[in-house]
């Protein structure tokens, strides 16, 4: 039996900042490349922005999981209405180029930290039903990274070839982001610290964990408000700024 990779996606949140923004009339930002078409929320949730090619911010956190080798990928989600449910439907009947999961998080109205203990509190049950693969560990990733992509996935698990043990997180200038990686003897404990708005960051500053320094390949920016697009290339997985790295 092959080792694996599982991905875990949160999109969990509402979003408020960007709704409150979109419903107010607050215009998008210009990308920083206008040499292409603005990303465009089409009156609803963020993770339904959609680049110049016409892919959701949704779809392109779970293709910068798939091809770096992620499978299974699961995707957590709370309060979004039916057109994100609609996405992963989307997505799945398009190709996913995995196994995708959906998984309900109920208290997601509590924080990020609640996303991330629903995923891998159901991780377990899912990789272990996952056929011809042995899944040794996890990475994990935001929804809303516009300029995450597959290399960063591949330069994570290259610094960390620990398998089960492994733990690692990818850093932005030094300032920490995602993905992260934790390795299967590191679900546990990262399920038990998390709760409401904290997640496994206690467990992440722990010795032994692999620092992956990436800011050449992304600045790590979210997007949380439609000004956040200026500062975004309008074709996702492109790093917008030249990367200012620390020394």
Do not use: N, Y
Not at 129 to 141: C, E, F, L, R
């Amino acid at each position: 039996m092959r080792s694996g990779i599982a991905g875990l996606v949160l999109a969990a949140g509402a979003g408020r900042r960007w709704m409150e923004a979109t419903e107010s009339g607050v215009e998008d930002g210009t990308p920083a490349d206008d040499t292409a078409a603005s990303p465009s929320p089409e009156g609803g949730p963020k993770l339904l922005l959609t680049d110049a090619e016409g892919t959701t911010l949704l779809a392109h956190a779970i293709r910068s999981l798939t091809e770096a080798g992620c499978d299974p990928v699961l995707v957590v989600v709370g309060t979004h209405d039916e057109r994100v449910r609609a996405e992963l439907r989307a997505i799945v009947d398009r190709g996913a180029g995995a196994d995708l999961r959906l998984v309900e998080c109920p208290t997601w109205e509590h924080g990020l930290g609640e996303s991330l203990r629903t995923g891998l509190s159901a991780l377990p049950g899912v990789v272990d039903d996952h056929p011809g693969t042995d899944v040794d560990s996890v990475v994990i990733t935001l929804a809303d990274l516009p300029e995450q992509g597959p290399e960063l996935v591949r330069r994570l698990l290259t610094a960390d070839p620990r398998g089960e043990g492994a733990l690692a997180r990818t850093t932005f200038a030094g300032r920490p982001g995602h993905p992260v990686l934790l390795g299967r003897d590191r679900w546990s404990a990262a399920a038990r610290q998390a709760h409401d708005d904290v997640g496994a960051r206690d467990l992440l500053r722990s010795p032994g964990t692999v620092v992956v320094e990436s800011g050449d390949l992304s600045s790590g920016t979210d997007v949380d408000h439609p000004a956040d697009l200026a500062s975004v290339s309008a074709r996702w997985g492109v790093r917008s700024a030249p990367a200012k790295l620390d020394g």
